[in-house]
């Protein structure tokens, strides 16, 4: 036994932890367990089967959308809801719903795997482009506003695409890919920007139950590394590139700092999201309430909807409408220049909402 | 030493989207073994054309690049001391955009 002390110990000598029987095909980072494919898909699709009863996200009898862009994490979205729907019986009326962007070189091939997603899952397809709901594009918009607040854009006006694509698909919650590693660059991208609404809301598993469509993300808890390693081994197809806009966002910086973070302590992700998840806001804080807008009849915090006014913005040639920081006549230390320079913004934004537009 | 690369998830871009490529790497004068250390410094040398900030970061990979050694997570062989063989195929795939 002495001398096992001294021979160096090689992944071949080890068996998986869960099986002992098999070669290990990877360690997850999740457990630090090494475990090899046969028992990794188990676990993984067992986790997932687990997080979706343990939360109660569905109900027998419901239709509901997956969003897919033919990306990574919606293309195994939609692999695993339909295969744990069939082989658990949760009785579900899946379909796949995608949005077209309008951005040349990036949506455009995306959407091509989406179509091949159809067929190959046998899932019936909705596309909803912004050309279609809006009449701008996002390389139009882009050429209008420039490199910056790309993302405030595309994001306000997908989630209201994937609003009116559910509702057209007359389904009743809407499915999304964000996996662990979204979530808790959410939560710091949140305190980084001191957005105590969002930071909040960002860790449900289920929002929007108020609203008009509510949406879950099944893949919460699972990590990104895990989700690109179980799309490998099955041999998947996905669409592999970054948004052409990208590479200005925000977001990026919190990526950068969580995947620094998750070579160190691979838990740090769960655990910044278990932090997210028992956040309290102290009463005292001013929160936005929520009512509707009164230019489309959205869900809204403020008079008009978030995409109303980026959309009057664009279409009156005021790309800053609806960016930047907006601060409330409440706020008595209210910056001259602040005001100034959001001009319109003031007769068409009514309340404060405690959050920064970046 | 022949080996057989690929790259997946969009880093093929950096390589003339190339995604697999068939190499043979010389050994450092002296040494009878290649470790993944080195090989990384080879590619970075010889076939990424451009922004290798995508690929590696230091002496290793960019956080959110995945490496797998014969179809196997190179956290199980020791990272960058992981040793090769002659035709083992190495992957690199990078998690870095959109799902």
Known sequence: MEEGNKIPKSASSRLCCRCNERKPALKRPKTLEQICRKCFYEVFEEEIHQVIVGNQLFKAGERVAIGASGGKDSTVLAYVMSELNRRHNYGLDLFLLSVDEGITGYRDDSLETVKRNEVQYGLPLKIVSYKELYGWTMDEIVKVIGLKNNCTFCGVFRRQALDRGAAYLKVDKLVTGHNADDIAETVLLNILRGDVARLSRCTSITTGEDGPIPRCKPFKYTYEKEIVMYAYFKKLDYFSTECIYSPNAYRGFAREFIKDLERIRPRAIVDIIKSGENFRISTSTKMPEQGTCERCGYISSQKWCKACVLLEGLNRGLPKLGIGRSRGLENGNGNRKDMEQNGDVRSIESKQCGSLDF | ?99
């Open chain 2, 1 to 99: 030493m022949h080996l057989t690369l690929e790259f997946g998830g969009g880093l093929e871009l950096l390589c003339d989207s190339v995604k697999i490529h068939n190499v043979d790497v010389e050994l450092k004068k002296g040494l009878e073994k290649l470790t993944m250390k080195d090989l990384l410094a080879w590619v970075r040398t010889n076939l990424i054309k451009e922004r290798p900030e995508m690929f590696m970061k230091g002496d290793t990979v960019r956080p959110g690049v995945l490496v797998l050694v014969n179809d196997c997570d190179w956290e199980l062989s020791g990272q960058l001391e992981t040793t090769l063989q002659e035709k083992d195929v190495v992957v690199f795939i990078s998690t870095l955009h959109g799902g």
